[in-house]
């Protein structure tokens, strides 16, 4: 065999093994978490799929009730638009936490209830403003 037909089947080889890899990691990955669908509030409360998913929206005003015997557990709700969801997370809460934050969401609906085992705040738009204006970075005043 010529070292010609050598170099392409090598090719042809590798780019059906790749081509089998990427295919297979995507139909078996290796955390089902990895792979959530991202969905309405309204849709969640149409449906009665217990499924893992992810839900963003806004806390609501005057929802966040903290736990009483369990700091690290609490009680709101996310609305979008009309709809409005409750929320049951515990663990650790963002530092931008509060009551109309953009909240994200990960878990499954039961009962009429939407326990999370992910909240995620978004970023505030205050703070965007700033890291775009490279005037703002004030680079003199860092010592190094």
Known sequence: MSQKYKVILA?????????????????????????VKFISV?????SNSNERV???GIVADSSIIISPSNRMEVYFDIKEGASKLPVRFVGARPDLFKHG???????AF???SFN??????KCASRYEGDLRDAASYKLDDINI
């Open 42 to 46: 309204g849709e969640i409360l149409d």
């Open 110 to 112: 039961f009962n009429g």
């Open 54 to 56: 992810r839900i963003g």
């Open 116 to 121: 999370a085992d992910m909240l995620q705040t």
């Open 11 to 35: 090719v042809v080889g590798l780019s059906l093994i790749s081509t089998f890899w990427i295919l297979w990691s995507s139909f078996n990955p290796v955390n089902e978490k990895a792979l």
């Open 101 to 107: 934050a953009e909240v994200i969401v990960e878990g």
